[in-house]
C-alpha cells in the first residue's frame, strides 16, 4: 500500500525555519518525482518543489527560490524540504506528493498521483 506521511511542521516566527519530513513506505521513493505542495483554504494547492527521480533534479517556485532546499534519503526512503527565512505568507498545509512517470511540469498538483495527509505550518510572531 502506497502511503506517505508528512512531519515538521509547527508554528515558527518570522525569519525562522523548519524542516519538513515526506516518509514513504509500500514503494521506493527514488524511483518517483517527489513534490512539495502548499494550500491555504479555499485556495489553489500551489507548487513549492520537487525533485526528479532520474538525476535528482530540482524545481522551485519564484515564491520560495533561495529559501527553501529540497532533498531526499534513499537510504532513510525519504524526501526533506528545508525552509529558511519564512515569512508569514508561507503560512499554509504543507502537502508530499509522488507520481512514477515523467511528467510535463512538476509543480502542477494534478500531475501527482499519491499524496499524504498534510502538515501545518504557520509563520507568526
Known amino acids: 500500500q502506497v502511503q506517505l506521511v508528512e512531519s515538521g511542521g509547527g508554528l515558527v516566527q518570522p525569519g525562522g525555519s523548519l524542516r519538513l519530513s515526506c516518509a514513504a513506505s509500500g514503494f521506493t521513493l527514488d524511483y518517483y518525482v517527489i513534490g512539495w505542495f502548499r494550500q491555504a483554504p479555499g485556495k489553489e494547492r500551489e507548487g513549492v518543489s520537487s525533485?526528479?527521480?532520474?538525476?535528482?533534479?530540482?524545481y522551485y517556485a519564484d515564491s520560495v527560490k533561495g529559501r527553501f532546499t529540497i532533498s531526499r534519503d534513499n537510504a532513510k526512503n525519504t524526501v526533506y524540504l528545508q525552509m529558511n527565512s519564512l515569512k508569514p505568507e508561507d503560512t499554509d498545509i504543507y502537502y508530499c506528493a509522488s507520481v512514477y512517470r515523467l511528467v510535463d511540469d512538476v509543480l502542477a498538483f494534478y500531475e501527482y498521483d499519491y499524496w499524504g495527509q498534510g502538515t501545518q505550518v504557520t509563520v507568526s510572531s
Open positions: 525533485i526528479s527521480s532520474s538525476d535528482g533534479s530540482t
